[in-house]
């Protein structure tokens, strides 16, 4: 995957950006009339659409996190599944199973909420191992093998785990390692005060949200998706910054594993959709820095005499002291 | 990491060393053998962190040793004493326990030491160990901040680095500095620490006076007695000329200037210029080339016979110019009284006056001229340059001539010119050197005392003083005595020779008088400049040169500005500005600093830059254009 003789990517340093206005515009919807105050979230997701990762959101139950999915869903016009998370959760409660058809006499596969477009996967901690794994496997592969068949899932697919870190009784938190397979990371944070008053005096939107127009065509998203991977330029410069980051990540004293080839690679990815969101076919070092909190935190594994630490208090504190390349 | 204590302990070490060095020749016996005890056990005993003098005893000692050299002391010797006690009061402390306050001591002392050394000796080491002594004692204040901050402190390999760059930077500005004041600080005439040295240097070699048979052998050794910068000649027309020497008294050759009332008048030769420059103070006479017409760069009286005087003499060596005939002739006065130069003292041998009268009643003589006779006879007589084993009883020119026949040039010429003089023939001694060794590198001769010479001067026919050098004649001529007046030195040698002359030349010798000097040349060509006059700089150039040659090696050893820096840093600084802070943090990008800006401009410079920059591309001279407009808009908007 890392060779180094692999094709470079094409150097058209004046490519235009397909679909970049369509894509902004959904974001500012959504912002301006559905999730006010959760902009920053929003971003972050369709960074994560566009860089074609997945995305986790820890943070407590009740801050928007299935509206934010449903919302976003419904505004791109992609087909939406949602999958309750329980101990007893099987895999193939995920990927769908093979049901005898007494009619046509023969096994007949019936697809899973995983051949969604965007899968909400509601705390994803309290599945048992066996399952997130599976669920984990499918993320990566984009494809499910069910009784020796593989079936390709949609594209785009877009999986938004959420995880609850308050809770802790009876869950199988994710390992670092699982972990790495999301490229970003969020919360979402209580809404501002007047924001949130507004909520509670006009009632929950989710109604609304059902309602949402398609503001894109899936060609479109797609096309966008291209775009942002190929005709956003990454130069020498940046890519060192991005190196020099994760360099410093595994010197650090606090560190024990830092941020690793894979976490890198999907630093770079999502610092390029940023930067596909700014309108800007080239990235800059900003783009990196507003992405690798979101990107990095969750795969640094700190010290055990550090776990007290918050490691995006650690990754900024990193951040801070490496130079941004400026000449 | 490294220790800032044990760092301080080698330097110590370091630096006592480099004071007491240049000195240590000087010491006396017991000094000699203690300081390099008390380094060694001292730094010993700071590995061990055990002490073998209390602080106690050390004070005891210290008070022992100050009054026991105390007590030498007297007007005529100072230096000596106070040099030895020193060097002791370092080693005293070098034994010690060192805190805060005693290094600072070892400091103070090594520098004292090294001062000390100037009272002594003028070597050109002396330079060197300044320099290295600076450069040391600076770094210890340095790192003794450190240590009475935290004596425990360490350093780790980045730290030390650039505490080291911090170390070397404070001692190269004192240095430069230093260098600045050297040429500055106006100089005395005298130098004022005389009084501490009266007995002044003895000259070797060369001697105002002629007397053969005086010393068993004369010893030869290395001692510089001036340097000439000139063209290089034949070394075997280097008759370096400084008194001539006319009357005897017994044994012994004297001058006692026949009173002239004439100028010398130089004939034949070809005009040269050399300028001399002594090693050490002159204090009668001047050296020149034979044969002199005049002298420049001093004051001086011109005797008839050719020998200049200085009119005042000097205490400091000082340089001068001498235009000379070489292989020119005296022409002799029309009214010279030749009893003088004919006059003899009564205790000549028989022996030799028979020899004299003999050859000018042979057959030979009537073939020849008188001059030539004697010539022959030198000649044919078998007689051997030596420096050693030399008759001293008896008549020691009847000695050299008939039995031994092995002398020096004072026996040759003696021999000659007492010959001479014996059948009538009006003659001379000229004393001065012959040779030299030719510096290729400095183009200048190196003349030492070895090079000192006696020739004979007589009064021909054609009333020419003519010069003979009775030393040629001798069997061994070409092998031991011209060989020993030009040789080559090795190139290195030639080098290390060239460092010392330029050394006296750039430092012993710069005085108030040559700082008057450049002080006049600078006024009088600043005057000729301000009239609009083309004129000759010799100076001026340096003006030019110098401030170049500095930024040259500013400019190398920094990095090259590139176009992209210098608009960045215009940038950031409006940044800078902007945000009323001192100083950006380097993690704050381009658009970071757009935003602390506020203002389109900026935001465009951030576009058209980070476009470039970002590409993998340079700025092409549009872009480079525009974003000088946008700095420039950027500045005028603030003011």
Not at chain 1, 198 to 221: A, F, N, W
Not at chain 1, 291 to 298: C, L, R, T
Not at chain 1, 300 to 318: C, F, G, N, T, Y
Not at chain 2, 594 to 616: M, P, T
């Amino acid at each position: 995957m890392y060779t180094m003789n692999r094709k470079p990517t094409p150097i058209n340093k004046d490519a235009a950006l397909a679909h970049q206005a369509e894509m902004t515009r959904v974001i500012d919807t959504l912002a301006e009339n559905y999730l006010q105050g959760k902009i920053r979230a929003l971003k972050l997701a369709m960074t994560t659409l566009l860089s074609g990762g997945h995305l986790l959101l820890e943070d407590i139950p009740g801050l928007g996190k299935t509206t934010l999915a449903l919302a976003l869903s419904n505004a791109l016009g992609l087909s939406f599944g949602r999958i309750q998370c329980t101990s007893d959760l099987l895999p193939s409660d995920i990927t769908g199973l093979s049901i005898f058809d007494r009619n046509d006499n023969r096994f007949r596969f019936v697809e899973g909420p995983i051949f969604n477009n965007i899968v909400l996967v509601d705390e994803i901690n309290r599945a048992m191992p066996k399952t997130q794994s599976a669920l984990l496997e499918a993320m990566e592969e984009r494809r499910v093998t069910v009784e020796g068949k593989t079936y390709s899932l949609p594209q785009p697919f877009l999986v938004i785990a959420t995880q609850n870190p308050a809770e802790q009784v009876g869950t199988y938190p994710l390992p670092e390692s699982q972990m790495d397979r999301f490229l970003i990371t969020t919360d979402i944070g209580y809404p501002p005060e007047e924001m949130e008053k507004m909520i509670i005096r006009d009632g929950s939107i989710r109604e609304d949200i059902r309602h949402i127009e398609p503001l894109v065509k899936k060609e479109e998203i797609e096309a966008a998706q291209r775009s942002a991977h190929e005709a956003v330029y990454l130069g020498d410069k940046v890519i060192d910054y991005i190196y020099r980051l994760t360099a410093a990540t595994r010197e650090h004293r606090y560190i024990a594993s830092g941020i690793s080839t894979r976490g890198g690679l999907g630093l770079a990815a999502a610092a390029k959709a940023s930067a596909f969101l700014a309108n800007r076919n080239y990235v800059v070092p900003e783009d990196v820095r507003d992405v690798v909190i979101p990107a990095g935190a969750h795969r640094l594994i700190l010290k055990p005499e550090q776990e007290a630490l918050d490691k995006k208090e650690v990754l900024r504190s990193i951040v801070e002291s490496v130079a941004v390349p400026l000449a | 990491m490294v220790k800032v204590r044990s760092l301080l302990d080698n330097l110590v070490f370091v630096v006592s060393l480099l004071g007491v060095l240049p000195v240590w020749l000087y010491l006396d016996l017991p000094t000699q053998v203690i300081f390099p005890l008390a380094l060694l056990v001292g730094a010993w005993c700071d590995r061990k962190d055990h002490y073998f003098l209390s602080a106690m005893a050390a004070t005891l000692v210290s008070i022992a040793l100050f009054i026991i050299y105390a007590l030498q002391i007297d007007r005529q010797n100072f230096v000596d004493p106070a040099l030895n006690i020193g060097v002791l009061l370092l080693a005293v402390r070098l034994l010690t326990e060192k805190e805060g306050r005693h290094f600072l001591q070892i400091f103070l002392l090594s520098g004292f030491a090294l001062a000390g050394s100037t009272l002594v000796t003028l070597h050109l080491a002396f330079l060197p160990l300044m320099v290295l002594l600076v450069i040391g004692v600076t770094s210890g204040l340095v790192l003794l901040c450190f240590y009475s901050d935290d004596p425990r402190l360490a350093l780790d390999r980045k730290g030390f680095v650039r505490l080291l760059k911090m170390m070397f930077l404070l001692p190269s500005g004192a240095l430069l500095l230093a260098i600045f004041f050297f040429f500055i600080l106006p100089r005395t005439q005298h130098p004022l620490w005389d009084f501490l040295n009266p007995n002044s240097k003895t000259m070797v070699g060369f001697s105002e006076e002629v007397r053969p048979g005086a010393f068993s052998s004369t010893s030869t050794d290395d001692t510089v007695a001036f340097r000439a910068q000139a063209p290089e000649f034949d070394p075997n027309d280097l008759y370096w000329r400084v008194t001539v020497l006319d009357q005897m008294e017994g044994a012994t050759w004297k001058r006692a200037e026949l009173p002239s009332r004439t100028q010398p008048v130089v004939i034949g030769g070809t005009p040269v210029e050399v300028t001399i420059f002594p090693a050490t103070a002159q204090e009668k006479f001047l050296i020149t080339l034979d044969s002199p017409m005049a002298a420049q760069g001093v004051r001086y009286r011109r005797s008839s016979d050719g020998v200049f005087r200085f009119y005042r003499s000097t205490k400091r060596p000082k340089g001068y110019t001498i235009t000379s005939r070489l292989n020119g002739q005296f022409r002799a006065e029309r009214q010279l009284d030749p009893a003088p130069y004919l006059q003899l003292p009564q205790e000549i041998s028989p022996r030799t006056r028979q020899a004299a009268q003999n050859l000018i009643a042979s057959d030979l003589s009537a073939q020849v001229s008188k001059i030539e006779t004697i010539k022959i006879f030198f000649r044919n007589q078998g007689l051997t340059y030596a420096t050693d084993n030399l008759a001293i009883e008896g008549d020691p020119i009847d000695n050299f001539l008939f039995q031994s026949k092995r002398g020096y040039c004072e026996y040759f010429s003696s021999a000659m010119a007492i010959m001479l003089r014996e059948v009538g023939i009006p003659t001379r001694l000229v004393g001065g050197y012959l040779g030299g060794t030719y510096n290729q590198l400095g183009g200048y001769y190196t003349v030492g005392e070895k090079n000192a010479h006696v020739w004979v001067e007589v009064l021909n026919d054609n009333n020419v003083w003519e010069r003979i050098d009775p030393n040629l004649y001798a069997i061994n001529a070409s092998g031991s005595f011209l060989a020993r007046s030009s040789f080559q030195l090795p190139t290195w040698q030639q080098l290390a020779d060239a460092v010392d002359y330029y050394w006296t030349q750039a430092v012993i010798t710069f005085d108030f008088a040559r700082q008057l000097e450049y002080l006049k040349k600078g006024r009088d060509q600043l005057r000729e400049w301000r009239r609009g006059e083309k004129t000759s700089w010799q100076l001026g150039p340096w003006f030019v040169i110098v401030p170049l040659l500095i930024l040259a090696i500013y400019r190398l050893c920094k990095k090259p500005v590139r176009t992209e820096e210098k608009l960045l840093n215009q940038f950031r600084r409006i940044a800078r500005n902007r945000a009323e802070s001192s100083s950006i943090p380097h993690n704050i990008g381009l658009n970071d600093m757009v935003r602390r800006i506020g203002d389109n401009r900026a935001e465009e410079f951030a576009r058209i830059y980070g476009g470039a920059l970002y590409r993998d591309r340079t700025l092409n001279k549009e872009e480079i254009g525009k974003l000088r407009e946008l700095l420039k808009g950027m500045q005028q908007n603030r003011e």
